[in-house]
């Protein structure tokens, strides 16, 4: 696993992500968030219980969001070659996506917002590194 945490946020969430990410843990423990790069269900980020994902080598740890538990947000390493330059914000919308991520009952789902990186920003940004 790689580790892309650093003095500048590569995400976030907004407000209402993070009352929605707080009634799950309620109900379902702590989570975590992966977005692995396929596609359909793997451009959206996806919630999981966080005793039940499987976090691999290849996957690079953007950071964790404002909620409560301080959920971590983790991307495929590929697809972070292409995101590396972007700030990443974690929203919610009415409608409901596939798969197994924990929001799908709720009638909304996660998206992601992104926005490039200042050069400011991109210039206190650091590489990740091998776990």
């Known amino acids: 696993m790689l580790d892309a945490t650093g003095p500048i946020a590569r995400v976030d969430a907004t407000p209402a992500a993070v009352t929605l990410i707080d009634q799950l843990v309620a109900r379902h423990g702590p989570v975590l968030f992966h977005q692995s790069g396929g596609c359909c269900d793997g451009s959206a980020p996806m919630c999981y219980p966080r005793d039940e994902f499987q976090v691999g080598d290849s996957d690079v740890l953007l950071g964790t969001l404002p909620d409560a538990t301080a959920s971590p947000f983790y991307m495929w390493a590929p697809q972070f070659q292409y995101w590396s330059h972007t700030h990443l914000t974690v929203d919610v919308v009415p409608g409901r996506g596939s ?5 799908a ?11 490039l990186f200042t050069d400011e920003e991109a210039a ?5 590194a091998t776990r």
């Open 99 to 103: 798969g197994f991520s924990l929001e």
């Open 105 to 115: 009952p709720e009638g909304v789902r996660f998206l992601i917002r992104s926005r």
């Open 124 to 128: 206190g940004l650091t590489e990740p």
